[in-house]
């Protein structure tokens, strides 16, 4: 049976990733403004 | 009016009136970019890896994903989630591809350029009756959603709020084309990773992990089975249904054709990084609905129902409605705006050439192209306002779309094949997947449809192969 930690450990990473993710995207539109390369 | 309904339909009407009004003024401004055919449709090739990843994310982020994901962690627990993400594959995938893709087709438009010059017109025809048939049935499901929503949220009537979604959809990709989808679908991805990220931070904080743990194994201890075979079956059915989807429709070629040749594949592999945890994030939350002792009336609603519970509980009451309102109107319009935008480019460019042979006039894109989305627009309201269960048909183009995957292998990179061996393996594989999927289970169609057509693709590599055309034999 699935424990409670790798419950956790799958859940909270996941909520963590789309937080990096977001990050990332931001940053990447911020860095791809700046050089005029966004479209 | 039901006491359930989480935000009045005053303010219903006012969220979606004013974020529709944002994205057709948006739509309008950055459409007047687009001053060529390939503008309108591309975004003049020139899309960069981050407009390029958000638009391939969001897209992908659809209400399916946002509002079935919850129904699969209740269901089949912690591999009905992981199940869902490896949609996200197909985009992996196809980010490997992307080279291949652009060396073939360096001025290619469509998927049908694709398919017409590795199939001839007769794997052509059978690719735009699949693809057609997927991708509106997509569309109508879609809207139908946007309209079950606004009722559920919001008590406006369903004709009403599928009619507005859709309105809203049709007028900015109409005035903006391709420009008006990508920025938009750029604002509405940080929208949508952003709701997630609150709302999954707010169900964590008022469920301890330990405690829905606790109460899964009491109440439903089947759902953390390391070994659950519908699920582990679910979770091969999503990944080839995925790699189906993304392989052959137009929303992603189009996307391919329309990022910046050097980014391309790091946009496409950053759109699956951005997408693979979202189905999870969004998915546990129905795993609260027990701690919390909240009533699962409609299974499909589980995640706005505990959404719009915990969100209540921390004192956001209105904008907690709001929020989960924006969130989910966002999945669905940067959907149906490609959706919008990819049929019609295939209908403006491919079926008027090759069907019509009367190939748009350059001068007349604006007008044409605009007109198309219309039209589609209009079938798709038409075909929604009955309501019929159109994401029943949608669930069944899995082994359709699953029995074109081994075709578009082949066509990028093989060198010969006897192509009627393989597009038989295409119309056997759709056959044998909707078999099974009537007599067995949705959870093994899109694995029969896309085994079959295996099996016929690697005996054309083999039997009787003949050279694919050259390229010059693209001309319609």
């Given amino acids: 049976m699935i424990s409670a930690s790798t419950l956790g450990l799958v859940i909270v990473g996941s909520l963590f990733w789309v937080l990096a993710g977001l990050s990332i995207l931001v940053f990447l539109f911020i860095r791809e403004r700046r050089k005029k390369k966004l479209w | 009016m039901n006491d359930s309904f989480t935000i009045e339909s005053s303010t219903g009407w006012g969220l979606i009136l004013s974020l529709g009004a944002l994205w057709v003024l948006l739509g309008w401004h950055w459409g007047k970019k687009a001053t060529s055919e390939e503008g309108f449709t591309l975004a003049g090739r020139k899309v960069g890896l981050a407009l390029g990843g958000a638009t391939i994310m969001a897209t992908w ?175 091969f059915n999503n990944l080839l249904f995925g790699f189906g989807e993304v392989f052959h429709n137009n929303v992603w070629w189009s996307r391919a054709f329309a990022v910046r040749k050097e980014v391309g594949s790091r946009a496409f592999a950053l759109a699956g990084f951005l997408w693979f945890p979202v189905p999870i994030a969004a998915g546990f939350i129905a795993l609260a609905a027990g701690p919390l002792g909240i009533n699962i009336v409609d299974e499909n609603q589980t995640g706005p129902t505990v959404a719009a519970a915990v969100l209540g509980n921390a004192g956001l009451g209105v904008f907690g409605g709001g929020l989960i309102l924006v969130v989910l109107f966002c999945s669905m319009a940067s959907s149906i705006d490609s959706l919008l935008a990819a049929t019609s480019d295939l209908l403006m460019k491919d079926f008027s050439a090759r069907v019509l042979k009367h190939p748009t006039r350059p001068e007349n894109f604006r007008k044409v192209g605009a007109g198309v989305i219309f039209l589609v627009g209009g079938v798709t309201w038409l075909l929604a306002l009955p309501h019929w269960p159109i994401i029943n048909v949608l669930f069944l183009s899995g082994p359709l779309v699953g029995s074109l995957i081994w075709p578009v292998i082949a066509g990028l990179f093989w060198e010969e094949i006897n192509r009627s061996v393989a597009l038989a393996g295409i119309v056997l594989g759709s056959l044998a997947g909707l078999f099974s999927y009537f007599w067995i289970g949705w959870f093994v169609a899109a694995l029969v449809g896309t085994g079959v057509s295996m099996l016929f693709s690697l005996t054309a590599r083999y039997i009787r192969p003949s050279s694919f055309p050259p390229l010059c034999s693209l001309k319609t």
Avoid at chain 2, 98 to 104: A, G, S, T
Avoid at chain 2, 181 to 196: A, E, M, P, R, Y
């Fill in chain 2, 61 to 235: 982020v659809t209400s399916n994903t946002t509002m079935l994901a919850p129904v699969f962690a209740l269901k089949f627990g912690l591999w009905g989630m992981l199940a869902y993400s490896t949609a996200s594959f197909g985009l992996f995938m196809f980010a490997l591809f992307m080279p291949r893709i652009r060396e073939l087709l360096p001025d290619g438009v469509t998927a049908g350029d694709f398919f017409y010059l590795r199939f001839g017109k007769a794997g052509w025809t059978l690719f735009m009756v699949i693809t057609l048939v997927y991708s509106l049935s997509w569309l109508v499901s879609m809207a139908i959603a946007g309209g079950d929503l606004l009722e559920a949220l919001a008590g406006i009537p369903y004709q009403q709020g599928m009619s507005l979604i859709l309105m809203v959809c049709v007028l900015y990709t109409l005035f903006g084309g391709m420009y008006a989808v990508i920025g938009t679908d750029f604002i509405q991805s940080l929208i949508i990773l952003l709701g997630i990220v609150v709302i999954g931070f707010l169900v964590w904080g008022q469920v301890p992990l330990a405690k829905a743990h606790a109460h899964i194994v009491t109440h439903q201890p089947s759902l953390l089975l390391w070994v659950m075979p519908a699920a582990l079956l679910a979770v």
